[in-house]
């Protein structure tokens, strides 16, 4: 495992922590990007699918949910993220990843709350999401955000997080951080974004890893 705000890539660490465990996947579909996703290989389910030994999914959007099942995926259910305690499931998970979910909720906390249920003393609850000071993202804001009206973010994200601001959200809703790391701009996703982007990512993660494209933070109950 890797050291405390370390630099590292986002699949491995997941897959790392996930491999031979009982996993929950929270917002398993990508939407809007399903289909996309399944057909570069970039679906963060599939990946949790070759190492873990039994594998939930869980999501609100019931198109993506179908094309997952489509494609194969077991065990993938209908539930919205801010309001767990209706989801038609009891049981405890050794990991629970809420991957790049956390900003798409309007209420986080109702999912910080509400995943608890599926929780004991040693499962590992595992937030991914996107750095509010990815310094990648500030500079292509800055030349071609065409005065402010277009950003470089997802069509579905209502908020960004830091190290602070994620650190004490998880601590208002009666969670500890047990390690923190910021993750580099993937290798699935490096193809596909423009070679200057990945030439300005690595030149700033080398100055500084606070400038990383997102965070990490595994999340335990008090113990």
Partial sequence: MANDFDLVQRLDIITEICAGKRVLHLGCTN??????????????????????????GLDADQAGIDVLTANGSKQVIFGDLEK??????????????????????????LLLNGVQRFMNRNSVLLITTVNAYC??????????????????????HVAYYSYGT??????????????????????????????????????????????????IAVCRLPQ
């Fill in 31 to 56: 939407y809007p990007y399903t289909e996309g996703a399944i057909s570069n290989a970039t679906l963060l389910h599939s990946e949790l699918e070759k190492v873990s030994t039994d594998l939930w």
């Fill in 84 to 109: 767990l305690e209706e989801v038609d499931l009891d049981d405890a998970f050794e990991v629970i990843v809420a991957g790049e979910v956390i900003e798409h909720l309007s209420n986080p906390g």
């Fill in 135 to 156: 310094a990648m993202r500030f500079f292509y804001y800055g030349v071609r955000g065409k005065r402010g009206k277009i950003e470089p973010v997802h069509p579905d």
């Fill in 166 to 215: 994620l650190r004490l959200l998880i601590e208002r809703h009666r969670l500890e951080i047990s390690n923190f790391y910021f993750y580099d701009l993937g290798r699935e996703h490096r193809p596909h974004s423009r070679p200057v982007l990945n030439l300005l990512n690595d030149i700033c993660v080398t100055l500084s890893r606070q400038w990383a494209d997102g965070i």
